[in-house]
């Protein structure tokens, strides 16, 4: 069993003009490009093997990231099953010139373990992560009715 706390992983991102978009804020692309990096880490920590992106499952933006700021990325492992486990990953931007920090938005991410080795059980040790964790049950299961539904989509 592994601590949730031990899943979690923090990095920095300072923003520039080449990674706006036309609103003169963070260019989606690159929001999600970052985020699926930073959350592979926590899955990676947790599973400590070869792991795929099963999806991005939602991508919530609260509010723009701008020129100058930095955003920060906080991501824990909240939910595991035989093979694949839930990501949580937080977007804090900061405005550096004052300080001043708030939620730019947050995502839940799956990933899927290469093996047949079922992965370990999650100790949740901290209060965020079990509030988060507690939805997890919920999620797994509009995911797996998003996955039936994707396999009626045709491909002409």
């Known amino acids: ?76 492992v909240t939910g595991v099953g035989t093979k694949s486990m839930e990501v949580f990953t937080k977007l804090v931007g900061e405005d550096l010139d004052t300080g001043e920090r708030y939620l730019a938005g947050y995502a839940f991410s799956t990933f899927v373990s290469t093996t047949t080795v079922p992965l370990p059980s999650l100790e949740y040790d901290e209060a965020e992560g079990q509030a988060i964790a507690a939805g997890y049950t919920k999620r797994r299961a509009i995911n797996r009715q998003r996955r039936q539904e994707a396999q009626l989509i045709s491909l002409d």
């Open 1 to 76: 069993m592994l601590k949730q706390s031990l899943t979690k992983s923090i990095a920095s991102h300072r923003i520039f003009e080449g990674q706006m978009n036309e609103h003169d804020s963070l260019f989606g692309g690159q929001t999600l490009s970052w985020l699926d990096e930073s959350a592979s880490i926590a899955a990676h920590r947790f599973a400590r093997r070869q792991l795929v992106t099963g999806s991005v499952d939602s991508m919530v933006y609260a509010n723009p990231v701008l020129i100058g700021n930095a955003l920060i990325y906080t991501r824990f």
